[in-house]
């Protein structure tokens, strides 16, 4: 079972930002674009940015102008920069490769005063 390992979430004040970052096999990143998805409590799970290989990027509606997704290929490490956070950025938020793989534990943001 392929391995991905999300840490970085917690809990953030609206307005505040967060890093996340996903640890993927080196497989992923060979040949993968990756990207992050969330789950909200009582929701499916969403889409919110990926990237390619290449390093191009692509984001939900939602988030664009607040996030930002990066890739290191060389540590394959894949990050979620996202600013200006607020309540309904709120979820469990995962990463995986495109067309997906097994899914990971996740990492839980939440975004409250």
């Known amino acids: 079972q392929v391995q991905l390992v999300e840490s970085g979430g917690g809990l953030v004040q609206p307005g505040g930002s967060l890093r996340l970052s996903c640890a993927a096999p080196e497989m992923y990143f060979t040949f993968a674009t990756m990207g992050w998805y969330r789950q909200a409590p009582g929701k499916q799970r969403q889409w919110v940015a990926s990237?390619?290989?290449?390093?191009?990027?692509d984001y939900t509606d939602s988030v664009k102008g607040r996030f930002s997704i990066s890739r290191d290929n060389a540590k394959n490490i894949m990050y979620l920069q996202m600013n200006s956070l607020k309540p309904e950025d709120t979820a469990v938020y995962f990463c995986n490769r495109m067309p997906n793989g097994d899914w990971g534990q996740g990492t839980q943001v939440t975004v409250s005063t």
């Open positions: 990237i390619t290989r290449a390093g191009t990027p």
